[in-house]
């Protein structure tokens, strides 16, 4: 069965760069959630799209910003980055809400 | 507020003995409840999920938890544990609708020992 997919699986990047991480949701499915889990920590929700539209908004830095787009993928802009933005950034995507799957996550590493 | 606790940061049990694994949570609604099991650098697999119904709930890798609402827990439980069960358990609440992001725990790792 296909899965959600993220890309790309590992980017590495500098201080005050920026970075854009991509989504794309399980067939049909019109939901997708971020969430960043930094070193040994849970994961913690940072925005939520419902058909395009953003449903929720958690934790996530002005410096971010995320939409989704027609075909329902998903992009998480991140500008300026900071050493503390180092983290693995999960998608998940369900169908009306409902349960969530998980992406394999972005290992972002800012140097 | 929403939160979960596990209250167990770390656990070490030996290969085929029994485990618990313990979560608690604090919700204002009626809560959906899961387990997820995280390998070192990997995704977020779900082990089980409750949403109504039976509070046992049975889930794959032959992992079950049970929810308690008089007591607001839902522990995993597996009854002989293998090697390969070593990683990190999340347990997370969340609602159907609208505001439906997932809270999670912070974690239980879990050691198996031969």
């Known amino acids: 069965a296909a899965g959600v997919i993220q890309s790309p699986r590992h980017l590495i990047k500098e201080k005050r760069e920026t970075a854009t991480l991509k989504c794309y949701p399980i067939p049909r499915h019109d939901t997708v959630y971020w969430y960043q889990q930094g070193p040994g920590q849970d994961p913690q929700f940072l925005i939520s799209f419902y058909e395009k539209m953003q449903s929720d908004k958690g934790s996530i830095p002005d410096r971010f910003s995320a939409q989704q787009f027609s075909d329902y993928h998903s992009e998480l802009n991140m500008s300026s980055l900071e050493l503390g933005d180092s983290a693995l950034y999960f998608c998940a995507s369900s169908l009306k809400r409902d349960e969530q799957f998980f992406g394999p996550g972005t290992r972002l590493t800012v140097l | 507020a929403q939160s979960v606790t596990q209250p167990d940061i770390h656990i070490t049990v030996s290969e085929g003995a029994s485990l618990e694994l313990r979560c608690n949570y604090s919700?204002?609604?009626?809560?959906?409840l899961f387990w997820y099991v995280q390998s070192p650098g990997q995704g977020l697999q779900l082990l089980l999920k409750?949403?109504?119904?039976?509070?046992l709930v049975q889930g794959i890798k032959g992992f079950e938890a049970e929810f308690k609402r008089s007591q607001s827990s839902f522990n995993l439980r597996k009854p002989s544990v293998h090697w390969s069960d070593a990683a990190e358990y999340f347990c997370a609440v969340g609602a159907r609708g609208a505001t439906n992001k997932l809270i999670f725990g912070t974690g239980t790792l879990l050691a198996v020992q031969p």
């Open positions: 919700y204002g609604a009626t809560p959906y």
């Open positions: 409750y949403f109504s119904g039976d509070t």
